[in-house]
Structures are given as C-alpha cells and as structure tokens.
C-alpha cells in the first residue's frame, strides 16, 4: 500500500490547524497529495426563511471559508512543498467527510484531537469521535499539543479478536517502512500459550501478516486496566504513534470509558491511529 491521498478536514481552527501540519509532514514524505475540506451548513432561523435567503447566506459562507482558506496557506507556507487541492461543501461534516473521501479515493483522513479535558467526545471533538466510528479508511487524530516527530515505534494494541480483513492493517506497514519504524505488537491479559482457540487464529493470522516487517511482540499479564498498561508501555518505550482497532459495536470500547484522565492512554501528545473493523 502507497499513502496517494490524503484527506484532511479542516474548520481553520489552532486544533484543526496542527492537525493540517502534521498531514503536510506525512505527505510530503510519501509524496501524497492533500484534500483540505471545509464544510458548512446554511443555519437560517425559521422565522426568516425566503426563497433568496438562503443562496445569499450560501454566497456569503463560501466568501469566508475562501478568505480563511487564503489565510490559512499565507500562515502555513509548508504547504508549497505539497501537492494539494481545497474543497468547500456545503454539508454536515461528517457526511462531506465520507463523500470526500470516496471522490478522491482516500488512503487515509487525518484530524484533530482537542484534549481539553477528561470527556473522551470533548477529547476528540464530536466530529473526530464520530468519523472514528463511522468511518471505512484509518483516521490519524492528531492532539492539538502534537508536533511531528518521524516514527520510530509504532504501538499496535491488539486484542486478538477478529480481524474483518487483515488488509486493514496495511496502512500500519505502510508507516512502518515510510519511517523504517519497528512495530510492537501489545497484547494485555494472556501469554501465548493461554490464548483461545479464536485468538490463537487471528494471534497467528497477524503474525503471518506482520512477517517481513521489522516488528516484536509484547504480551503482558496485568491486573490493573488494559489502559494503564498501555500507558505504561508507551511510556517506557517511548513510542510515537498508538494504533487501535476501531470495533464497530464496541468503540471506544474498554480502552475508553465515558471519562479518561489527560495521562491514559491518550498521552496529550501522541497520535492515535484507529483502524476499521470492516471486510
């Protein structure tokens, strides 16, 4: 898999700003070309609704996000070493983010993480959180703390539960040679030899799968939660980018309580790459 598009929305703020850089860095590296998308929508209270309305309040939208978008490349002169195009649309984020990314034939949709406080949907933002479980492509949520950093280790948190396609997890090799980054792969709970029969099945499918690439496991036995552990490791390993599987009924699943503390798991700047459960 070659990283060819790059999708990255964007609302001109500092979060949403950062996440824009981190995407100029990755796609300059391998030579993908950027999709800047803005989105908005016409709210007309319904006491003042006309027929002329709302084309002229359309019109008028469509004048700023053009303005912010000149702004925007005047501020980021990182840009000019990028291929990369503007979209403005008028629609509701989350489905100008799925259209998008079928016109273009995204490898990958890279936002921002705003990390504000404990509430895990304040910590993504409501738009990142839903593109995250709605979404068919790897979404890279970039912190708004994050600086781009070359990868050196990349952390695949892996439950060994079923995997719909393996293939999903092309975009972790993808990264792993773009950077030559080594990939640990985490599990919590079992060693080997007490895995079930299931998880010994897909334990062994992407063993197979990771074969060639430069890559260890780590299996640890801990009592305390799965998150802590994590946190831990990352720590201690000092890697770069977390990876997880995003299970369609369960995301954010055990990793992600209602309320998570800044310090787990979501290190204020690490980048979280969650990865569809989908064939």
């Given amino acids: 898999m070659k990283l060819k598009n790059i999708l990255v929305p964007v609302d001109f703020s500092e979060c949403s700003n950062n996440a824009l850089e ?31 309305l709302q084309p002229e309040l359309a019109h008028e939208y469509r004048q700023t996000a053009e303005r912010n978008f000149k702004l925007l490349k005047e501020r980021l002169q990182s840009l000019s070493k990028v291929d990369f195009q503007e979209e403005i649309k008028i629609s509701f984020i989350n489905d100008g983010i799925a259209n998008t990314a079928k016109e273009i034939e995204a490898d990958l949709i890279v936002m921002g993480t705003r990390g504000a406080d404990n509430r895990i949907d304040n910590f993504f933002g409501s738009n990142t959180y839903r593109t995250i479980k709605k979404s068919k492509l790897p979404v890279l949520a970039i912190p708004e703390e994050a600086t781009f950093k070359p990868l050196k280790k990349i952390l695949f948190a892996a439950d060994f539960k079923f995997v719909a396609d393996l293939k999903n997890l ?16 985490l599990h919590v709970g079992h060693g080997w030899s007490e895995l079930n029969m299931h998880q010994t099945e897909e334990a062994s499918a992407i063993v197979e799968f990771f074969g060639h690439t430069d890559h260890a496991y780590h299996f640890i036995k801990d009592n305390a939660p799965i998150e802590s552990t994590i946190d831990n490791h990352i720590s201690e390993h000092q890697n770069e980018l977390l990876v997880l599987i995003a299970r369609k009924h369960h995301f954010p699943g055990s990793l992600f309580k209602k309320k998570i503390t800044r310090r787990t798991v979501m290190h204020t700047e690490l980048p979280l790459l969650t990865i569809p459960d989908i064939k």
Avoid: G, M, R, W
């Avoid at 092309?170 to 792969?185: G, M």
């Fill in 22 to 52: 981190y995407a100029i860095e990755l796609a300059a590296l391998s030579e993908a070309k950027l999709t800047l998308l803005h989105c908005y929508v016409v709210h007309i209270p319904a006491a003042e609704i006309t027929t002329d």
């Fill in 170 to 185: 092309e975009i972790i090799k993808t990264l792993s040679t773009l950077f030559n980054a080594k990939i640990e792969i």
